[in-house]
């Protein structure tokens, strides 16, 4: 199924268009248990067609692969290679030496693993906390590859499902 073909058509400008402002999760699409998904690790360059076109049988399911995972931005929410990535941190901080270098905050750590404590520079600065030695820095670079390394990790929606996905989705944005 294509994704666009099932979007409500509209009149625009005296013009049948297709609304493709309309949206649905696919929460909205399935009923989420624990056993609709499961976590899929991606390899350096695969992209989400391919991994639709690999697991689901056909490039036209890409759209499930997106739902699954909420992504909006394919270019920006998708997991990048390392070509990709430094292309994007050069473009966003003018070097990556520069992103290595625009301290963001510290991190608390302690017995080596981050507590998800974040402090600005200045609460390091101004602080009186003796456990300051616990705190470490971090970069713009760190906080976009730590990012992008969340992002290798996806969802996918089990294979069983597929279908019935396609018909809720159908239903939804006609009768939506």
Not at 50 to 65: E, K, L, P
Request: charged share 25%.
């Amino acid at each position: 199924m294509r994704y666009f073909q099932q979007f409500p058509t509209i009149e625009y400008n005296d013009h049948q268009v297709k609304n493709i402002l309309a949206r649905v999760k696919l929460a909205d699409v399935l009923n989420n248990t624990q056993y609709t998904f499961y976590d899929y690790e991606l390899e350096d360059g695969q992209q989400p067609w391919i991994v639709a076109d690999q697991y689901y049988g056909s490039v036209d399911r890409t759209w499930i692969v997106y739902l699954s995972n909420n992504i909006i931005d394919p270019f920006y929410e998708w997991y990048m290679d390392t070509y990709t990535f430094e292309n994007y941190i050069t473009k966003k901080y003018g070097s990556i030496s520069a992103a290595k270098a625009n301290l963001i905050g510290y991190n608390e750590v302690v017995d080596g693993e981050k507590t998800g404590i974040k402090y600005s520079p200045l609460s390091y600065t101004y602080s009186t906390d003796n456990n300051k030695s616990n705190w470490t820095a971090f970069y713009s670079y760190d906080e976009e590859d730590e990012a992008n390394e969340a992002r290798r990790t996806i969802k996918l929606l089990s294979k069983k499902y597929a279908s019935l996905a396609e018909t809720n989705l159908k239903d939804l944005l006609n009768n939506g």
